[in-house]
């Protein structure tokens, strides 16, 4: 709510209306004294980090941050959602962060807390098959744990390239990790970090489709200081 919509680019009212509907609320242990959130509603989502001082929450939110509506046809393929109302009729999805302390507006620290998004070289991307294919942020952990990862779907899938994880084609571009006070960049993490999805009782472990394949950047058996994480 308290996003500007210079920035958020969605209705004060219409955020309003959202908030009084179901949403999906996750608690997930972190670096706090208390447990961190992660909240999921329509095109909205967003993922607290509590540090060492309660009185100061990070946020991570992912949203319409951006108007796409003059983007050309030949423009790199981007995750968009329509606009209830404005003169912006498709938002940009994009992840900012923000700290809140002691209950004093939003200030937006994305460009301090968040590392700078990869870059794929052009003879990396031919390399790789890769070409038109845009960087993702895989934030599907954070509902188990503090971490983000950068990847880029590749067309090669025939042999394992040194970048390549899981049975998807995909190649690792790195970590993003919370440290208790800002994301700080990582080419590998723990497996308490990143932990495997559930499955269903008798299946293997990290057995699910979100984990399949070998993953070369999970280093199994080491630990992560201040935070555990238990799907």
């Known amino acids: 709510m308290a996003i500007p919509e210079q920035q958020l680019l ?58 796409a509506d003059n983007r050309g046809t030949d423009a790199e393929p981007v995750k968009t959602v329509r606009l209830p109302a404005g003169s912006c009729r498709e938002g940009l999805v994009q992840q900012r962060v923000y700290r809140v302390s002691a209950g004093a507006a939003p200030v937006d620290i994305t460009q301090q807390a968040l590392p700078a998004e990869p870059l794929l070289s052009d003879a990396d991307r031919k390399r790789y098959g890769a070409d038109g294919a845009r960087v993702q942020l895989d934030a599907g952990k954070l509902q188990f744990g503090p971490a983000l990862r950068w990847y880029v779907d590749a067309g090669t899938t025939e042999k394992p390239e040194p970048r390549s994880y899981g049975e998807w084609g995909r190649l ?60």
């Open 10 to 67: 969605l209705p004060r009212a219409w955020r309003e209306r959202q908030a009084g509907q179901k949403g999906w609320y996750k608690a997930v242990p972190g670096y706090g004294l208390r447990p961190d959130f992660l909240a999921v509603q329509s095109d909205v989502w967003v993922r607290s980090f509590e540090g060492a001082d309660p009185s100061t929450t990070v946020y991570l939110v992912s949203g319409p941050f951006a108007c």
């Open 172 to 231: 690792h571009l790195g970590f993003a990790v919370w440290n208790g006070e800002r994301f700080e960049p990582r080419d590998t993490v723990p497996r308490v970090v990143w932990p495997c999805d559930p499955v269903a009782p008798g299946d293997a472990s990290c057995g699910a489709y979100a984990d399949a394949g070998r993953d070369p950047f999970i280093v199994v058996g080491a630990s992560a200081q201040g935070v555990t994480a238990t799907p």
